[in-house]
């Protein structure tokens, strides 16, 4: 064990950084052991990793004196924030710029920045085809990962900026899942039109990292976009309607609708799906299937994911 090299993961019990952990860990002959970060290490999560084997050691992306601890004697690491914690992209930034510090002065030879496109490259702010949110956002939780490529690659730390999708796990816990209407039916509802929406399951994010990490410099330098499958709302719902045993059908609702729903967040998934929508043809061809089963041969469709995993989705009873 003593010959292998150290992965830092932030966000090590999250969607992301959790998945990357168990990918190292599973690869009992791989030539990675996992440092697995978390504000708390004795949460349930955080203990499992433990349990299974990870270092883990506690860090907090707010404070970077921590972050250069996590990384000492590292060989990579895998950094992520988290922007539904706190819903400031500037907070975002400043946790960049601070890993991007950690990992310089760490000498890492390889890190991957969970990042997004900056959708005012597609969308300047003068565009009003979109609300600007904060005063300089058109996705805020998008726009703020992509402007802090930057950091990393002024920093000149050897970097993969990995492009992730839409995790499933939304569905399940963030809400995004299907709503009763008045007449006791299931809907999807987003503002895709009959775009396709690339997704993934968060575990196979992770193993595509462990993979990029596996493949050493071929991906340095590099922006990478990963995706399970590109599906319509409908072909979703149709999914769902399998997985849970009652129809779903998918709603198609205006964007302007959409970021009218008011709960927290509802402005930027709104701007979110627009982009995507207007933007179909780059979001979804920049996020080749063939490249991410090359990485990952295990990738899940959503056909799996949600056969396996729909019973998870929240689901109100019928009135009456």
């Keep these: 064990m003593s010959d292998k090299k150290i992965i830092a993961v932030l966000g090590a019990t999250g969607a992301q950084g ?92 390889h890190v991957i920045w969970s990042t997004l496109e900056d959708t005012r490259k597609h969308v300047p702010l003068e565009d009003d085809r979109m609300p600007t949110l904060m005063g300089k956002y058109k996705v805020p939780h998008f ?6 490529d930057a950091l990393f690659a002024r920093a000149g730390v050897p970097t993969t900026f990995l492009l992730t999708s839409f995790y499933w796990e939304n569905f399940i816990y963030f809400g995004a899942g299907p709503k009763r209407g008045p007449d006791g039916k299931l809907a999807l509802v987003m503002p895709m039109g009959d775009k396709k929406l690339p997704g993934i399951a968060s575990e196979d994010i992770g193993k595509c990292a462990y993979a990029i990490f596996k493949r050493g410099r071929e991906f340095i330098g590099k922006t990478v976009a990963i995706a399970g499958e ?83 989705i929240p689901i109100e009873a019928a009135a009456g």
């Design 18 to 109: 959790g998945g990357l952990v168990r990918a190292i860990l599973a690869d009992r002959n791989g030539p990675f052991k996992a440092r697995a970060l978390t504000r708390d290490v004795s949460s349930e999560k955080a203990r499992a990793l433990a349990d299974a084997g990870a270092e883990v050691m506690a860090t907090d992306v707010d404070d970077p004196a921590t972050l250069r601890r996590a990384f000492e004697g590292a060989h990579g690491a895998f950094c992520v924030t988290f922007f539904w914690d706190h819903f400031s992209p500037e907070k975002e930034y400043t946790q960049a710029r601070a890993m991007a510090d950690a990992a310089k002065h760490a000498g890492l030879a």
């Design 143 to 148: 726009d703020a990962k992509g402007e802090a």
């Design 230 to 312: 590109h599906l319509s709302g409908a072909e979703m719902a149709a999914g769902m309607t399998r997985a849970l045993g009652e129809t779903v059908t998918y709603q198609d609702v205006p964007a302007d609708v959409y970021r009218s729903f008011g709960f927290p967040g509802a402005d930027d998934l709104g701007n979110m799906f627009q982009f995507k929508r207007d933007f179909n043809d780059y979001f979804v061809g920049a996020r080749s299937l063939e490249f991410t089963r090359s990485l990952n041969p295990e990738l899940q469709t959503f056909e799996q994911w949600v056969s396996m995993h729909g019973s998870k």
